[in-house]
Nanobody, 124 residues
Framework: VQLQASGGGLVQAGGSLRLSCTASGTSFSSRYMAWFRQAPGKERTFVASIARFGLATSYADSVKGRFAISINNAKNAVYLQMNTLNPEDTAFYYC??????????????????WGQGTQVTVSS
């Protein structure tokens, strides 16, 4: 399974971006898709996840109400709509796929497949 992320870029504070991630390959059976982000010099942190079947979503507190994760199972694609961006959202954003137990869906170590990352830069 390969994940390909796109949609990053430079945006002013208060602006919006939409990230996309498409999975390819056979036997794509992961139960969750997620977005993580990593700022320079910091650890990779959870942003949002969505169950591929059932569509339950989870968000980091820092993005609740501003970001929305969605999925198109027919296309094996996951999206992250990011609104009201602020400079603290600047990071590399990575999509991931995996089958963690529900309580571990926030942990990057529970995801076995990763995209290459896309840079999001928010200027003040």
């Amino acid at each position: 399974v390969q994940l390909q992320a796109s949609g990053g870029g430079l945006v002013q504070a208060g602006g919006s971006l939409r990230l996309s991630c498409t999975a390819s390959g056979t036997s794509f059976s992961s139960r969750y898709m997620a977005w993580f982000r990593q700022a320079p010099g910091k650890e990779r942190t959870f942003v949002a996840s969505i169950a591929r079947f059932g569509l339950a979503t989870s968000y980091a507190d820092s993005v609740k109400g501003r970001f929305a994760i969605s999925i198109n199972n027919a296309k094996n694609a996951v999206y992250l709509q990011m609104n009201t961006l602020n400079p603290e959202d600047t990071a590399f954003y990575y999509c991931a796929a995996g089958s963690p137990v529900y309580s571990a869906r926030y942990s990057s170590s529970m995801y076995g497949y990763w995209g290459q990352g896309t840079q999001v830069t928010v200027s003040s």
